[in-house]
């Protein structure tokens, strides 16, 4: 199980709870698992955020969060590692805009789909403001 992926403490504890094996053996296992390095929610956290490109604080932030890392080290990690969101909105806008008009239509659906992605209004406008759009 630990071989092919990296998985968080609470991931591991839900797999062995689903398996039936008693709470008992469970905190034993993960205590093990933790001491000799195989489970680390730090290392989970870095690796995690490394590699999501283009996802934004907060849905990185919600997708650890669902994954059972708790809020103190996510948040730690995040300062930590600086996440350049400018860069990530400026590629997913690139990526986005890749094979169509850069007409206003095209670029206010950008806008949209930046916004759901959880990215904030200043650095979105801001990558907007690069396409030459200043319709808001």
Known sequence: LLERQKYTKKQIKTKLQSKGYLDEVIEKTIEKLINYKFIDDINYVECYINSSPNK?????????????????????????NEVDEENRVRNLANKYLKNKEKNSGNIQKMIAYLYRKGFEYSV?????????????
């Not at 979105?124 to 808001?136: G, T």
């Open 56 to 80: 934004s604080k907060k849905e990185l932030r919600f997708n650890l969060l669902n994954k059972g890392v708790s809020s103190t080290i996510i948040d730690k990690i995040l300062d930590e």
């Open 124 to 136: 979105v406008s801001k990558i907007a403001h690069e396409f030459n759009f200043d319709e808001f």
